[in-house]
T-cell receptor, first 113, second 111 residues
Framework: DAMVIQNPRYQVTQFGKPVTLSCSQT?????MYWYQQKSSQAPKLLFH???????NEADTPDNFQSRRPNTSFCFLDIRSPGLGDAAMYLC????????????FGPGTRLTVT | AQSVTQPDIHITVSEGASLELRCNYS??????LFWYVQSPGQGLQLLLK??????LVQGIKGFEAEFKRSQSSFNLRKPSVHWSDAAEYFC?????????FGDGTTLTVKP
């Protein structure tokens, strides 16, 4: 029944060691989003894909990259994680357009040691 | 650019009491408005949404929200809170396919 799946749920990485978080969806939605959420804060949009079109937020650090090889999957790559990158990373999908709500995955909690 | 303000960082209510969570937005026109709920360690779940039409919208789990254009507000209400409603609540506006979230209100429910 799971619609937006994120793996792993918990990820521990070392300072500077590249890490990849994955998201998959069974909803066949056009749009996929990656958010960073730090404790007691609002989710912050990092980037989103509309189909294959990549849209980066202006303030997303270059350290963060994303790939969407097909409709179902989307990856978040953190090239050189810093301590400040420790957060919950949320993947979400929507059909398209403003009027569609977003469906969120359970998130991946990233710890940087 | 649009923005969302949730004035209350933390609210505590007794089980069975009524609840109102405040949300104010800033945008030149009427945006699409949403309320999401997030339980600890989980993703966000949609409670309800407003696009147009009737300004009082019903959602899941007994929640409702009222859009007031004159006040740029979209407050969330529930007549009788249950212990399972304890969570973080986020108001969001969507413009041009992107959502902006408020900083959230943490709801604590006292027995």
């Amino acid at each position: 029944d799971a619609m937006v799946i994120q793996n792993p749920r918990y990820q521990v990485t070392q300072f500077g060691k590249p890490v990849t978080l994955s998201c998959s969806q069974t909803l066949n939605h056009n749009v996929m989003y990656w958010y960073q959420q730090k404790s007691s804060q609002a989710p912050k949009l990092l980037f989103h894909y509309y189909d294959k079109d990549f849209n980066n937020e202006a303030d997303t650090p270059d350290n963060f990259q994303s790939r969407r090889p097909n409709t179902s999957f989307c990856f978040l790559d953190i090239r050189s994680p810093g301590l400040g990158d420790a957060a919950m990373y949320l993947c979400a999908t929507s059909r398209a357009g403003d009027s569609d709500e977003q469906y969120f995955g359970p998130g991946t909690r990233l710890t940087v040691t | 650019a649009q923005s969302v303000t949730q004035p209350d960082i933390h609210i505590t209510v007794s089980e069975g009491a009524s609840l109102e969570l405040r949300c104010n937005y800033s945008y030149g026109a009427t945006p699409y408005l949403f309320w999401y709920v997030q339980s600890p360690g989980q993703g966000l779940q949609l409670l309800l949404k407003y696009f147009s039409g009737d300004t009082l919208v019903q959602g899941i789990k007994g929640f409702e929200a009222e859009f007031k254009r004159s006040q740029s507000s979209f407050n969330l209400r529930k007549p009788s809170v249950h212990w399972s409603d304890a969570a973080e609540y986020f108001c969001a506006v969507a413009v041009a396919g992107k959502s902006t979230f408020g900083d959230g209100t943490t709801l604590t429910v006292k027995p």
